[in-house]
């Protein structure tokens, strides 16, 4: 079996292995509360890394950050872990996996206007004929609307997650622009940085909660392979699959966490939703590919918004 095709079966694992993501953080979140896991969560993971950072390259690397390296990498800690991820494990207790899955798709089309504002990156017609696509599919799978009134709050989190998930990838691209600091080094000390303050922040607000061992073996297991080790081989799988690739199979993650809600979680979806979902995935696709010239230019910016549009 050749190198690409090892990477696709690789890439479709670990997006599987997100999407159970949603399955085991709906099933734990009766008893951890969501801020407290998601802080739990990272921080664990922030572990499972530390060991590679007594690498001579990373420590040499980690002793030679200057004063803006450091602010922005704790900015984006900030960013990504304590507002993006803190609202999606919120969002998460409001919403069905599905309605969440849906709306942090949402975040390559607010990339696009904020890439656009802020990096002068203008949006390709394919990928304007997908923002249209996803928006459209998104109305259909949240039709009638009336039936939103109950998800309110869920919905205005997601929103905010969804923010600032755009805002922390924008933040990784410009952090990698310059290809001083490798993915690693940028992965730690955002990720070390952002689950303390999430983990303390959830401790203060929620109290210390009494976890039962189930529920410490699932986080364990989200850590350690749902988000170091998963993350670790999507972006291994980068070197040998183009942007078009990776974009289609990460495309897939919306219909598998569908499929899998509804298989052990019992969450429903009708025609209208199957529909909606299936036409936000194909704008999702176009949204995110770019033309070659950009891929062959931009290759060093692929694990920043990799990492912060698969936060699973």
């Avoid at 004929?129 to 009336?146: C, D, E, N, R, T």
């Avoid at 529909?275 to 995935?281: H, V």
Wanted: proline share 4%; charged share 10%; hydrophobic share 50%.
């Amino acid at each position: 079996m050749n190198k690409h095709v090892t990477s696709i079966l690789q890439a479709l694992l670990v997006t599987f292995l997100w999407s159970t993501s949603f399955l085991i953080i709906k099933k734990v979140l009766p008893t951890i509360p969501p801020v407290t896991f998601a802080g739990l969560r990272y921080f664990l993971a922030s572990l499972c890394l530390l060991p590679f950072a007594f690498r001579p390259s990373h420590r040499s690397e980690i002793s030679k950050l200057n004063k803006r390296q450091w602010m922005k990498l704790l900015l984006l800690g900030l960013i990504f872990y304590v507002l993006t991820q803190g609202t999606q494990f919120l969002g998460l207790s409001l919403l069905p996996s599905t309605s969440v899955s849906l709306m942090l798709n949402f975040t390559p089309l607010v990339v696009i206007a904020l890439s656009a504002a802020l990096l002068n990156e203008k949006p390709s017609g394919r990928q304007l004929v997908g923002i249209v696509l996803f928006i459209s599919g998104a109305l259909v799978y949240f039709l009638p609307l009336s039936d939103i009134g109950s998800q309110v709050i869920g919905l205005t989190v997601m929103v905010l997650g969804v923010i600032s998930n755009a805002t922390s990838s924008v933040l990784g691209r410009n952090v990698n622009r310059k290809k001083d600091l490798c993915p690693f080094t940028i992965t730690l000390i955002s990720m070390s940085v952002g689950s303390l303050v999430l983990l303390q922040l959830g401790l203060v607000i929620e109290g210390v909660p009494n976890i039962p061992l189930k529920s410490w073996l699932s986080l364990i297991w989200l850590s350690g392979v749902n988000t170091a080790i998963a993350f670790t081989l999507w972006n291994r799988t980068l070197r040998h699959l183009t942007a078009m690739e990776s974009s289609i199979i990460n495309g897939t993650m919306l219909i598998q966490i569908a499929i899998l809600a509804w298989v052990f979680l019992g969450e429903n979806l009708s025609i209208s939703n199957i529909g909606g979902m299936l036409i936000a995935s194909v704008g999702a696709v176009l949204v995110q590919l770019r033309p070659r010239v950009d891929i062959e230019r931009q290759d060093c910016l692929d694990y920043a918004e990799d990492a912060a549009n698969n936060s699973y």
